[in-house]
């Protein structure tokens, strides 16, 4: 008599199996020899592109957002039982 894999165990079967080739091709640079992926746009280009404007604005955002420190700090309403 054979038995058959649970659908349960099939299923961790088939998700904890480790893939054994790689996906991306590296390329390396001649001035450095840092891995980079082989994709359409590099961010390290010098060349600007629209995504430059949007952080040139992020930029200029103030970190505590036009939100300065509170005058006067006040209490809460204090709870008499």
């Given at each position: 008599?054979?038995?058959e894999?649970?659908?349960?165990?099939?299923?961790?079967?088939?998700?904890?199996?480790?893939?054994?080739?790689?996906?991306?091709?590296?390329?390396?640079?001649?001035?450095?020899?840092?891995?980079?992926?082989?994709?359409?746009?590099?961010?390290?280009?010098?060349?600007?592109?629209?995504?430059?404007?949007?952080?040139?604005?992020?930029?200029?955002?103030?970190?505590?957002?036009?939100?300065?420190?509170?005058?006067?700090?006040?209490?809460?309403?204090?709870?008499?039982?």
């Open positions: 008599m054979l038995l894999d649970s659908p349960s165990t099939a299923l961790e079967k088939l998700s904890t199996t480790t893939p054994t080739t790689v996906v991306r091709k590296l390329l390396y640079s001649e001035t450095d020899n840092m891995p980079k992926a082989a994709n359409k746009s590099n961010i390290n280009s010098p060349e600007k592109d629209d995504g430059d404007k949007e952080t040139a604005q992020l930029d200029t955002i103030p970190n505590n957002k036009g939100k300065g420190p509170a005058d006067t700090i006040e209490s809460p309403p204090k709870r008499f039982k």
